[in-house]
C-alpha cells in the first residue's frame, strides 16, 4: 500500500517525533521560534503556550555555568561551518534538571536575517551514566596507586566494606563485610583503637574529605599488626558521601622501632605521656614524613600560676594537677597525635593532618576551656589556668625549631596579656598565606577585615622580632586588604632591612629582584620623592620625567601608592604598592586616612623611632594602655614627638598620628609649649610626676593631664601623659 506523503501527515509524523525539532529566527541579537514540534514540549513537559513562552526567554531557562557555551553555539551556526552540537542544562515544567544536547545547521540567511534548524534531545540519562563512570574512574585511579597492598572500599549506599589484598601467590583475594557501619564489627580491631577509627570513618561520611590513620588489627589471640590507612571519601550525584576508598599500608616495622624508643624509658614518668626528648624526636620525624603540604600544628601549653599552686599546696598536689592536664589533653587529641611534657607546667602537642588552621584554632580554645582548676588554700581560691600558643605547619617554619620558636613566641604574647588564652603566631598573616593557597590570591572572598587592620599590622610587629618578617606579612595584609597587584619597600643601605622586601600577586609575579631591576627601582623613587615629597597616588597619564615613563611601561604599572622614608631631611627609601595593567587604584578618603596611619606606623618600626626601638619592653604595657577608659600618648621629651596613641584617641582623635609632635597635635601650636608639662619631669627621678589641665584641641574638651616617666633616660627617654575629659565638671 502506497504511504500518503502529504503535507498534513508529514507534519504530524514530525510533531510525533521523540525529538524536538525547533526552526528559529535570529537577527539583531534576538533568538525567535518559528516552528516547533509538540515532541519538544512533551520532552519538558510544557504546554504549547508555556513552552513558546520558554523559548522567547530560553537563556533565563539555561544554567548560568552553561550560558558562555549555549552563546558560543548560536556563533558558530551562524559561521555556517556544517553541524553545531551543544549540551546544556535547562529547567522543566515541574522545576526538575535536565541535560538537553542540541544539533543545529545554518538553513538559510536574508541579509543579517538568518533561519537555524535544530534537533534537540534528552540526553539526562547518558549524562548520569558518565558522571558515574568518572566517580568510578576517579576512585579506580586512587585504587591504582595503592598496587601491592590491602586496598579499602567502602560503599555508603549499602553499608558493604570490602578489602582486597593479595595472597602469596599474587592472587587477589576480597573480605566482605556487609553491615559494616550499621552493626560494626571491631573484632579484628584492636580495642584501644576501635573509638578512633570509628571517628574518623563517621567524619569522613560526612563530607568529602582526606585523612590519614594509624591503627592496629588483631592477627591472633594477643598478636596485632600496625596499618596506615589513608583514606578519601567521594561525593555521589545525589550531593552526599557514597564511596569511602583508600589503600592500607603495613607499618608495623617503624610503629615496634617508636615502641623501642618508649621501652627506652621515652615517657614522662608523672603523666605517662613522651617525655621531652621522646616528644622532640618523634615531632621531628612527623615533620619529615609531612612533605605532601598537609597541615600540621605545634601547640605549647602553659600552665597559668601553677608554681604558686606548687609551693602553696605541695608538690604531691601540684604532681596531681600535672597528672590531670595530661590526661585531659589524651582525651582531646586523636591517636596519631603527639602530646608531651617539655617542663615542670609546659606540655607540647603536635597535631597532624589538620584540614584548615580553624582546626588548630578550635582546638586551642578547648584547651583553654578545659584546662582550669580553682583551688581551696586555707580559705583562698587559688586559680590554675592555661596560656597556648600555636604555630602551623608548613606556613610558620618546616623544623621543629622554627616550629617550636614561633609557638613559644605565641605563648609570650598571652602572657603579655593577661594569660588565660591561646595566639596563633601571626594569625593575620596565617590567613592572608592560607587564603592565598585556597583560592588563588583573590582575598576580597575569604578574609575578614571586621578587625581593623591597624590592629593586625601592629599585632605582626609585635609578635614577630624578625622586622623584615613582620613586614613582609604587613605589605601581604594590606596588599590582600585594598586588592593591590604588587607591594614593597626598597630602602638604602642605611636601612636596618635587605634591600627590598616584595609581595607580588601571582597574577603579576616579575620573577627575581636583580641588581640592575634594584637599581632602576632606587632611581626612580628618588625621582618620585623629589616630586612627590608625601603620601601620593599616582598614575601613568601623570608623569612627565622620561625615566619613570620607561620604568611604569616596563613594570606593566598603572598606578602607584607612594610613601617615602625619610629620617631628618634625607630620602632613605619608600613604602610603594602598584595596580599593573588596566585596573586604575581607587581608594575613598577614609581608606587613604587609614593607609597613612598604616605607613606612619611602618615607618616607626623600620626607622626605628620612639618606642618601636624598644618594642618587645613595651608589649605588656601597650596592651594595658589600649584598654584604657583614658586618653593615652607616649611622648619622647626631647624631640616632642608621639611614639604611641591607644585606642580611645585613634577613635576620637582620628587626625592625631605616632610621628607627630605633642604640641602641635594636642596645642595646634607651632612651637612648644611655654609651660610644657613635660618640662616639669625630673630627669634624676623615674617616679616624677606632675598633673595640670589644659585645653585639648583635638579633642576640643579641657582635660586633666597627668605625666610620668615611662622610660627614665638622660636621652631619649620616654613619657607617658594620660588625659581625662573633664570639660563638664571644668565648665561648671
Known amino acids: ?94 522545576g526538575g534538571l535536565r541535560w538537553l544536547h542540541v544539533r543545529g545547521n545554518l538553513y538559510a540567511r536574508e541579509g543579517k536575517k538568518y533561519t537555524i534548524v535544530t534537533i534537540i534531545e534528552d540526553v539526562s540519562e547518558r549524562k548520569i551514566v558518565e558522571e558515574e563512570l568518572q566517580r568510578q574512574a576517579e576512585r579506580l585511579h586512587i585504587l591504582s596507586e595503592a598496587e601491592g597492598e590491602k586496598i579499602l572500599d567502602y560503599n555508603a549506599k549499602t553499608d558493604v566494606m570490602i578489602i582486597r589484598s593479595s595472597d602469596e601467590y599474587g592472587m587477589a583475594k576480597d573480605e566482605i563485610h556487609g553491615r559494616y557501619m550499621e552493626k560494626f564489627q571491631t573484632q579484628t580491631i584492636y580495642h584501644e583503637d576501635v573509638a578512633y577509627y570509628k571517628a574518623v570513618m563517621d567524619s569522613l561520611l560526612k563530607s568529602p574529605k582526606h585523612d590519614t590513620i594509624e591503627f592496629r588489627i588483631n592477627r591472633f589471640d594477643e598478636d596485632y599488626t600496625w596499618y596506615q590507612a589513608n583514606l578519601t571519601s567521594l561525593l555521589g550525584a545525589e550531593g552526599y558521601v557514597t564511596r569511602i576508598v583508600g589503600r592500607m599500608i603495613n607499618i608495623n616495622d617503624r610503629k615496634m622501632k617508636e ?12 603523666t ?141 604574647t598571652v602572657k603579655a596579656n593577661g594569660k588565660d588564652g591561646y595566639r596563633v603566631y601571626h594569625a593575620a598573616s596565617t590567613t592572608v598565606y592560607h587564603a592565598n593557597r585556597k583560592v588563588g590570591y583573590d582575598m576580597s572572598k575569604t578574609l575578614d577585615y571586621e578587625r581593623n587592620i591597624e590592629d593586625q599590622v601592629m599585632q605582626l610587629l609585635f609578635e614577630d622580632r624578625v622586622l623584615e618578617s613582620a613586614l613582609k606579612s604587613a605589605i601581604e595584609l594590606m596588599t590582600a586588604k585594598y586588592q593591590f597587584h604588587r607591594g614593597y619597600i626598597c630602602g638604602n643601605d642605611s636601612l636596618p632591612i635587605s634591600r627590598t622586601i616584595q609581595f607580588t600577586v601571582k597574577s603579576y609575579a616579575t620573577g627575581k629582584e636583580t641588581d640592575e631591576h634594584y637599581e632602576l627601582k632606587r632611581v626612580v623613587n628618588e625621582i618620585l620623592y623629589a616630586s612627590f615629597p608625601g603620601v601620593t597616588m599616582i598614575h601613568d597619564y601623570d608623569l612627565t620625567a622620561e625615566e619613570m615613563h620607561d620604568y611604569f611601561r616596563a613594570e606593566g604599572i598603572k598606578s602607584m601608592l607612594y610613601y617615602p622614608l625619610t629620617s631628618k631631611g634625607e630620602f632613605q627609601g619608600a613604602i610603594v604598592f602598584e595596580n599593573h595593567e588596566d585596573v586604575q587604584m581607587e581608594l575613598s578618603k577614609s581608606e587613604m586616612e587609614e593607609i597613612r596611619s598604616l605607613f606612619r606606623l611602618m615607618e616607626a618600626n623600620i626607622l626605628q623611632i620612639g618606642l618601636m626601638d624598644r618594642l618587645q619592653n613595651f608589649v605588656a604595657q601597650i596592651a594595658i594602655f589600649d584598654n584604657m577608659d583614658s586618653f593615652v600618648y607616649v611622648v619622647n621629651p626631647d624631640t616632642y614627638e608621639i611614639s604611641f596613641i591607644n585606642k580611645k584617641v585613634v577613635i576620637d582623635s582620628p587626625d592625631v598620628k605616632i610621628g607627630d609632635t605633642c604640641y602641635r597635635a594636642l596645642q595646634n601650636r607651632d612651637t612648644p609649649c611655654e609651660n610644657c608639662i613635660l618640662r616639669n619631669l625630673d630627669k634624676n627621678d623615674p617616679h616624677s610626676r606632675c598633673t595640670e589641665e589644659l585645653f585639648n584641641y583635638s579633642l576640643r574638651s579641657w582635660t586633666r593631664c597627668s605625666a610620668s616617666w615611662l622610660e627614665c633616660r638622660e636621652e631619649n627617654g620616654l613619657a607617658m601623659i594620660n588625659s581625662f575629659d573633664i570639660s563638664e565638671y571644668f565648665m561648671g
Not at 77 to 93: I, M, P, Q, S
Not at 259 to 266: Q, V
Not at 303 to 311: I, M, P, R, T
Open 272 to 412: 605517662g605521656i613522651y617525655n621531652q626528648g621522646a616528644a622532640e624526636q618523634l615531632i621531628r620525624n612527623s615533620i619529615e614524613e609531612g612533605s605532601d603540604g598537609s597541615l600540621s600544628a605545634l601547640m605549647i601549653i602553659d600552665l597559668d600560676n601553677f608554681k604558686e599552686a606548687n609551693d602553696l599546696l605541695g608538690h604531691a598536689n601540684g604532681d596531681q594537677l600535672l597528672e590531670k592536664t595530661a590526661g585531659i589533653l589524651q582525651e582531646m587529641f586523636k591517636g596519631g597525635d603527639i602530646i608531651g611534657r617539655i617542663g615542670g607546667d609546659e606540655f607540647i602537642v603536635y597535631m597532624r593532618n589538620l584540614s584548615t588552621i580553624s582546626d588548630a584554632d578550635e582546638m586551642a580554645g578547648n584547651i583553654v576551656k578545659n584546662v582550669k582548676y580553682d583551688l581551696d588554700f586555707e580559705g583562698q581560691p587559688i586559680h590554675v589556668t592555661c596560656s597556648v600558643g600555636v604555630a602551623i605547619y608548613p606556613y610558620h617554619g618546616d623544623t621543629f625549631e622554627a616550629l617550636f620558636e614561633k609557638a613559644d613566641r605565641a605563648v609570650y
Open 1 to 94: 500500500m502506497a504511504i500518503d506523503l502529504s503535507i498534513e501527515n508529514f507534519s504530524s509524523m514530525i510533531d510525533n517525533v521523540i525529538a524536538g525539532i525547533c526552526f528559529f529566527e535570529y537577527e539583531g541579537g534576538e533568538l525567535t521560534p518559528i516552528f516547533v514540534n509538540e515532541g519538544f514540549f512533551r520532552m519538558l513537559g510544557y504546554t504549547r503556550i508555556q513552552g513558546m513562552k520558554y523559548l522567547e526567554m530560553i537563556e533565563l531557562c539555561i544554567i548560568p555555568e552553561d550560558i558562555p557555551t549555549f552563546k558560543q553555539a548560536i556563533e558558530d551556526v551562524l559561521k555556517d561551518d556544517g553541524v553545531v552540537d551543544v549540551e546544556f542544562r535547562t529547567v522543566t515544567a515541574s
Open 259 to 270: 615502641m623501642e624508643l618508649l621501652l627506652r624509658a621515652e615517657k614522662d614518668a608523672l
